[in-house]
Structure formats: C-alpha cells, structure tokens
C-alpha cells in the first residue's frame, strides 16, 4: 500500500471523444508518476464514472511504444523507416517545406486534417486559428461517419444536430413514456450519458425499444427489439407512419403548429406555392388551404391553425396538395407488407410499434450517427424525425434545467476579424483534391489527433493514389500508428495527462482536462507545437499564454460567467441554470423556420420529402448479387475508434479483430467459430476469424471499427469501404463515408495460422 | 469495525451491461494476475452473444466473484490456515501464509479462486478489504458503468443491499451447498412486449 502523504491528487477529464460522454478522472500522482486513475466528483453523484477504457488510460501514457522524439522518415512512406531528429531540425523541415510549397501552390494548397473536435478544444481550435492566419485548407473531418447526421438534421431541423430537440429532456433526466433507441448502442459507445440513463427510465417504468441490424447490449435492455435491414430505417419510418395516418392517429395540432405540413405545394414544380403565384401581396408568402372560408390564404399567424393538411387543390389553375398529403401519399406505399419485405422486420410488429408510438403520451427518440452512415443514412435520419414529427413528440421549447454551453470560437474560426479566414473542404472530398487537384489542389498535410489511413474508406486508394500525390506529410501521434507509416515527419504529442484542454462536457458540466504530469520524453502537446510553429511563421502573439491562454480565449463567452480555469482545477461545475419560470422557444433554422417535412430545394434530386432509398452497394436481398452480404461496422467497448487497439490490458480480454456471422450465412459457407475467413469484394481482402452468432441479421456481417491494419491476418475493414459521394450530402453540408453500407463476400480461408 | 456486520453485495443484472470495467478496475486496483471478478454471458455460446434465433434474443450478463460466504469452505479447507473470515464477513487470503496447495480451489463450489503459477501462490477478490477498511467501498463498484453493483452491511436493515434484497426478487447461487453467500443478484426485469 502507498502511504496517502504521498499522493497528490489532481483532477481532469478524459478526452477520450466517446461522443458525448468525457469522465472526470482523479489521477493519483506519487513523485513525478501517475499511480493511479479513479472516477472523479461532479455535482450530481450519478455523473461519477469511468469507463474500462479510462480506466487502462495509463497503459497509454506509459506504454512502451509511445513515440519519443521528433522522426524524420528514411525509408520509402509505408515502410515505417525513421530516423530521430530534433524539434529544431523538425521546425525548420516544416517551414522550408511549407515556404516551397505556398510558393509554388499558394498557402491553399497545404491542408490540416484534424480528428474529432469532441476530442478537445483549444487542441482543435490551435490548429483553426494558424489555418485561419495562414489561409490555408481546413480539412473537416465530419464526413468520415459523422456527416450524415448534420445533412439530415440540417434539412429537417435547420440545426446541426438533432438532440436538444429529440432527447435534449432526456439529458436532463426527464424520462418518457417510451424511449425508441433507433440506430445507436449507447451501452458501448456512450455508456454513461445514454446508457445509465436509459436504465435510470426503464428502473420508472418507461419502455424501451430498440432498432438496429445488431442485437446489441442495448438491444438485450430493451423491451423489444426491432431488427431490420442495414439502410431500410426510411423504409421502416415510412411504414410507421403509414399505420399512424391509416388510424388517424397523427397529432395534427403539433403538426399545424411546428411543422410545414400545412404549406401547400405546386405538383407541378414540386415548389412551395408562393403569394407571387397568384400576385398576392406578400410575393415570397407560403400559402395554406384555409378551412373556415374554404380558400387559400397566405400563411399568417391567424390562419395557421385553420388549415387543412390535406386534399388537392386548384389555385389559378395550379394543382397544389398539402405537404402532409404529399407525406401521406408517400406512407401509403408503404403498408406494413412491403415495409416488411423491404426492413425485414415482421408486419404485425410493425402495426404494433406505430401504434404504440402513435399512443404514448410522450415518446424519446434517441438517435446517433449509425444508421447516417449509409449512403442515404441524411433521409434515414429524416424519417425518424417524420415520425417524432407527426406524433408531437420534438421538444419545441426549454423551460428547464441549464443553459447550453456556448464556446468563443470566433477567434479560432477567424483569427483577423477583417481579414479572410481559412478554405474548408470535406474529408472525403479531400481524396479528389489530392489525387486529382479538384477542386483545387492539396499538396502538403498536416494530420492531428486523425488514424486516417486507418479509419476512412477505401484504404488501396489512400495508399496507391493519395498518398503518392502529395509532396509534404506531417503527423502528430502517440503511436506509430498505420498512418504514421506514410508520414515525412512524425511529432511526438503527450497523452492527455500531460497537457491541458478546456471540456464542456458531459453536459451539463464544465470540466478542465488538467495537465497531471510533463510531458514525457521529447513530446509536446499540440497546442504547443502549433505556438512554436506559429513563432517560426510570425504569428507569435496569436498564441500567447500557450494552453493556458487559449484555454481563456476560448472560455471567453458569457455561458461560463463565474467558471474560471482556477475553479475546475478541483471540480466539475454546473452550467448556470434557466431561470425559474423562463421558457425559451428552440428555433428551427429551415427556410420556412418550421419542421420541414418536405424539402423544396431537393426536389429536383428527388429527396423533397423522407422517401426510402435503397443502400448503394449493401444487398438487402440477399443472394441476388456477387457479393450478397452486407458489411456493417459497430462500435466496440474495447476502443474509441482507433484509440486503445494496442492496450494490452484490453487485448487480454478481446484479443484480435472478429466478424460477426449469422449462423444461417454461415452454414450455407460451412464456417465456424474461430475459423479463420476472408471478407472480399472488388476492393479487397480481409482475413480474420469469425465468430458465429445470432446476435447479427441474417444477410449481415459485422466488424467492430478500429482494429489497427497490422492486426488483421491480410487488408482491413476499410480496405473493404468505399468512397462513393452522394452528391446531396455534398451539396447540403458535406459528404459523408458510408461504411454500413458495403457489400461483400466471405469464404472459409484455409492455410492461415492460428 | 462492528463484530456483527456482514458485507456484501447485491449485483443488478438489469443493470450490468457487461462492459468488464469491474474486470479490468479489479485487476488494476489490486495488481492481480487474473480477474478477481469476470463477467459470464448468459445467452449464446460464446462470450458477448445472445441466445435465441433472430430477432427473438436474449441476452443477460452475470459478473462472479468470491462470494464472502457466510460458510466458506476455502477457510475450512486450508491447512495454513491463510483463509480467515473476517468480523466484518470478508474471506480475506493471507498469502504469506499460503502454501501454493490449492486445496481452497477445489474447495469453492464457485471457482472463483485464482491460482498464479509463477508464485505458487492462491489470490481472490477481498472485497477491498484496504480501501473497506478506510470507509470507501470496493473498486469495482465505484467504476461500475451500469452501477449496477451495489455494497454494503447485510445485517443493517437500512442499508442499501438489505432494501435491495428486501424489495425484489434476489437470489444467491448454488445455495444447495449451504455457503450462504453474501453476493446476492437481482435477476433482469420482465420484458414489457409490444
């Protein structure tokens, strides 16, 4: 036992970007070393948690593989051949290199791919203040999964996301009648701000239902589990409502209040009808069928709610509908019959579950990023939404709990207030930029906090076209982790116990991420490299004070009035409260500021309204096509993402990658469970061992994401995804990586070693 | 420390997620050589997979560790006599004394002692008995993701573990061997069909 005098115990919290969740850890410190992390305080005692993975985070900060020193590549990219350097020589690389290239391409074509921002702050925002100075190329990493989701949410809600108006209540521990858990395993990728509070309302008595292709742990809490087709969840969404209005069981006061669906459209144009179409007053005036006078109107706050939501109608000749008709139209395609040949899930369960939606007094929908990782995973999302939409169960106003935490990023999106920023491209729109320099070329990347080679689709093609187009790679890592392989330089950047960050995390919490220890061996944290490197480039007062400073910039909004850096050094605090009896209305920013059940702006593309469109690749009947299985990635307990694919501690409990295959599947291809099999399809081949289990559909396969290249016998999962964009999501926001939407073969391979 | 507590726990299958955090939170916190606590799914063959044909599931997890008997027939049986139950109800291993004979292992009905061969030597959990001893509860229940574990005194009528077993349906295994162990579970709730 450690005698406690000599044990210092500093808080912090843990980065580790598992979404939303970010524990407070209480590291105990003896000397200069971290002995020990355990779950730290928050002002409510349910927020106390740590994860397994927080739990092994010393196995990172002291694990044997960390990269030391600054590295100079030697070898051919790929081949891992480095040499040491110093910070010097690696600065002045940098500089020569980034001189020769904005010389020859401009500051644009040199790029900064960074991970998930979720993973911290001013770390994230470094890199966007130099990029802003610099103008050159901010590289948006949402796209590699987590651009589906704003697409939809975007189209629908006018919001980036979707949660404070679908489950922003449930965050503040307010539990519904039923929860709809649709497309998300919050047991394993959010288990302390989803998964303790799902239970928290099962323990109340709320009822549980899960939708998803895995039969997850979440799904084994759940009162019923839903299992359909990968892709089919607009198909399913359809199939619901079309019960809901075949019973007349849709909330039509909620839909005439917040939604567009009285509006009427042209079924000519698919356009809104618009006060110009009959020189009206009011030119850009949506226009509603008015009930009391039987005649069309432009819309007004008195007429609102006397409109009709549905029928045909003929104004100046133009035949115009309702835009719940035109939903109405589309759900009744969809009965329970065909919904159930095209999702999979059985009819009668379907007729059920509408109903039981349709009949709750209040429903939850919680939903994350899974199922907008499929081709058209932004309509997906959209339906989901539909169905909380025509059931009145989207939360329209906060009367309430905390404040959301607003951050300063002005100064990081915009260093210069009068001078242009940054240029800003999509991730998967990156790969035309390098390999084809459209649309303009990318010569020189800067990769932070990013397994990119690792984590994003169609891992030949990074190798055998982006990497090979690009003059200059520089990657900050722990680890030399696959894509540190293809660097032409590798800085070395301290675990989070070595540096600090600012966390408005787990909401409705504010946490310092604080610097436990200094860094070890030669590392430094990102802040520090870019403040170094901003010196050496002439911008040495933007980055004053280093982490500490930016810490401060970026707290600068009036939502941490009275939170300083001093006061989380020892707690989590509170965001200030909404004051007693103050109700704020939750804006919708879409062009008509309502729900937007239907989409004008894409009805050329087809997609004006929630339709159901079949995966891109993924077979959802199987047995038709060359490669009839569909490839699914989940998210694993034992990582986050790539992070943690090389604790042992871990490994010792899930040794090495897995594919999940139903018995059925595998039957008919006479594997077994710890056989080893190669997943192929025109883009590769993946060989690792399977595991038989009814826990996966029938048709699907299933490989957790995150397992490190070297860790599969031969390719990998991404080998295997493609980088397919949907020309909707490009245009909307930003295309996404559909990688629950691959189609595959497997076969028994034999010869390989055990 | 009172002479008639008795410690223990009451684990809420509803609640376990099956995450190890208590597997791995042991095995950190006490340094051992294999997991004091690990979790056994109950469902499919393999570890981490449902029983049942798709979609009609089931799935359930049950973490298994020593369990405090009120009876211990690993104390019984070792002849060194580094098995004690404490006052307080913690079997607690002592392994200076520990002669590496591994009578306890076949002792235990619920094989939930571990053997580490390079020191020729037995472990298990002792419920924290360090961190008991300073008023805090176990490791594993305070890194509880699902917080499904719960600890405390078995005799005070007021405690949590006594409501708990009190108010639902818990139970104890292999009670036909007459241990009367201090590690109580509280089974999954009913499913609340469509």
Redesign the interface.
């Known amino acids: 036992?450690e005698k406690s005098e000599d044990i210092r115990l500093i808080r912090t919290a843990c980065p580790a970007h598992c979404g939303i969740d970010c524990c407070g850890i209480l590291a105990h410190v003896k000397g200069d070393r971290i002995v020990?992390l355990?779950?730290a305080d928050f002002p409510d005692e349910?927020d106390?948690?740590?994860?397994?993975r927080g739990?092994?985070s010393l196995d990172i900060t002291y694990h044997p593989d960390r990269i030391k020193y600054p590295m100079r590549r030697v070898g051919e990219r790929g081949e891992g051949k480095f040499e040491r350097i110093s910070w010097e020589e690696a600065y002045d690389i940098i500089v020569s290199k980034f001189k020769e290239i904005s010389e020859k391409y401009g500051w644009k074509s040199i790029g900064w791919v960074l991970g998930g921002p979720g993973a911290g702050t001013t770390k994230f925002g470094a890199y966007l203040r130099l990029a802003s100075l610099t103008q050159s190329t901010r590289v948006s990493a949402w796209g590699y999964g987590d651009a589906g989701l704003p697409c939809g949410s975007r189209i629908i809600l006018g919001h980036q996301f979707p949660y404070m108006h679908l489950h922003g209540e449930f965050w503040q521990r307010k539990y519904p009648e039923l929860l709809m858990v649709w497309a998300t395993n919050p047991?394993?990728a959010m288990?302390?701000q989803n998964?303790?509070k799902l239970?928290d309302a099962?323990e109340i008595g709320t009822?549980v239902?899960v939708v998803d292709p895995r039969?997850t742990?979440t799904?084994?809490?759940?009162?019923?589990?839903?299992?359909l087709y990968p892709g089919t969840d607009s198909a399913l969404a359809l199939g619901i409502m079309n019960v809901i209005f075949q019973n007349d069981l849709h909330d039509k006061e909620f839909i005439l209040e917040y939604t567009n669906g009285p509006l009427l459209v042209r079924t000519d144009t698919g356009k809104m009808l618009r006060g110009k179409d009959f020189e009206a007053k009011k030119p850009e005036a949506y226009v509603v069928w008015d009930k009391p006078s039987n005649s069309y109107k432009t819309l007004s706050r008195s007429n609102a709610k006397e409109a009709s939501l549905n029928g045909t109608y003929a104004i100046n000749g133009i035949e115009c509908k309702p835009v719940l008709q035109l939903l109405m139209d589309l759900a009744s395609e969809y009965t329970p019959e065909k919904t159930a040949e095209i999702t999979g899930?059985?009819k009668e369960?379907i007729i059920?579950?509408a109903k039981?939606i349709a009949n709750s007094k209040k429903v939850t929908f919680l939903t994350h990023m899974g199922f907008t990782r499929t081709y058209h995973g932004d309509i997906s999302l959209r339906g989901v939404i539909s169905v909380a939409a025509i059931t009145g169960n989207i939360t329209t106003k906060v009367s309430s709990g905390y404040m959301p935490a607003t951050l300063n990023w002005n100064p990081f999106l915009k260093a210069i207030p009068d001078k242009p920023s940054f240029h800003r491209i999509g991730i998967l729109n990156l790969y035309d930029a390098v390999i084809s320099g459209n649309p303009y070329p990318i010569k020189a990347l800067w990769f932070a906090f990013i397994n990119f080679l690792n984590q994003c689709a169609n891992s030949n093609k990074i190798i055998k076209e982006f990497y090979p187009s690009l003059e200059f790679i520089v990657q900050t890592e722990l680890f030399m982790t696959p894509s540190a392989r293809y660097a032409d330089l590798i800085l070395p950047v301290c675990s989070f116990l070595e540096f600090s960050d600012f966390m408005a995390q787990p909401y409705p919490n504010v946490q310092l991420q604080q610097k436990v220890i200094e860094p070890l061996y030669e590392s430094k944290s990102d802040v520090t490299i870019v403040s170094e490197l901003a010196e050496r480039l002439g911008y040495a007062e933007f980055f004053k004070g280093g982490e500490e400073g930016l810490i401060d910039l970026i707290m600068a909004n009036r939502t941490f009035k009275g939170i300083t850096r001093e006061t989380l050094k020892t707690q989590a605090v509170l965001l200030p409260s909404l004051p007693e009896g103050a109700s704020f209305p939750l804006s919708f920013r879409t062009p008509s500021g309502k729900i937007e059940l239907y989409a004008e702006q894409l009805y050329e593309d087809g997609e004006a309204l929630p339709v159901y469109l079949p995966p891109i690749e993924a077979p959802i009947t199987p047995g038709e096509k060359k490669y009839p299985l569909t490839l699914i990635n989940g998210h694993s307990?034992f990582r986050t993402h790539s992070m943690f694919a090389n604790v042992q501690?871990?490994l010792d409990?899930n040794p090495e990658p897995l594919v999940d295959i139903?018995p059925i599947d595998a039957e008919k291809r006479n594997i077994a469970?710890n056989d080893y099999v190669t997943i192929f399809n025109d883009r590769a081949r993946t060989t690792l061992k399977a595991?038989?289990?009814?826990?996966?559909?029938?048709g699907v396969l299933d490989l957790t994401e995150g397992w490190w290249i070297e860790q599969f016998k031969e390719g990998s999962l991404n080998h295997l995804t493609h980088d397919i964009i949907n020309p909707v999501q490009d245009k909307v926001y930003e295309p996404n990586m559909h990688m629950n939407d691959v189609a595959v073969e497997i076969t028994k391979s034999e010869g390989v070693k055990k | 420390m009172s002479d008639n507590k008795r410690l223990g726990m009451v684990i809420d299958q509803?609640?376990c997620?099956?995450?190890?955090?208590c597997?791995?939170?042991c095995?950190?916190?006490n340094n051992t050589v294999d997991y004091w606590i690990k979790v056994e799914t109950q469902?499919?063959?393999?570890k981490?997979?449902?029983?049942?044909?798709?979609?009609d599931?089931?799935?359930?997890f049950l973490p298994k560790l020593c369990n405090h008997c009120e009876n211990p027939p690993c104390v019984d049986s070792c002849p060194e006599d580094a098995l004690q139950k404490r006052s307080d109800g913690i079997v607690i291993l002592n392994q200076e004394l520990c002669s590496g004979c591994q009578a306890c292992l076949t002792a235990c009905p619920y094989n939930v002692i571990i053997f580490d061969k390079n020191k020729n030597l037995a472990e298990k959990c002792h419920f924290c008995a360090?961190r008991v001893d300073q008023g805090l509860e176990p490791?594993c229940v305070?890194?509880c993701?699902?917080?499904a574990i719960h600890f405390g005194d078995l005799n005070d009528p007021n405690s949590v573990v006594s409501k708990l077993i009190s108010g639902k349906n818990t139970f104890q295994l292999k009670t036909e061997e007459g241990t009367n162990p201090s590690v109580y579970y509280s089974p999954p709730?009913l499913?609340?069909?469509?």
Not at chain 1, 48 to 52: E, F, K, S
């Open positions: 036992m020990k355990e779950p349910k106390r948690r740590i994860c397994l739990l092994t047991a394993e288990p302390l998964m303790r239970m099962k009822q239902i039969f742990v799904a084994s809490k759940a009162d019923e589990y839903i299992g899930v059985d369960l059920k579950l039981r307990r501690s871990l409990l139903n469970t595991r038989v289990t009814e826990g996966v559909k029938p | 509803e609640r997620i099956g995450c190890e955090a597997s791995i939170a095995k950190v916190e469902g499919g063959t393999e981490d997979t449902p029983g049942g044909r798709f979609p599931l089931a799935m359930d360090h490791f305070i890194c993701e699902g917080q709730r499913k609340k069909r469509l």
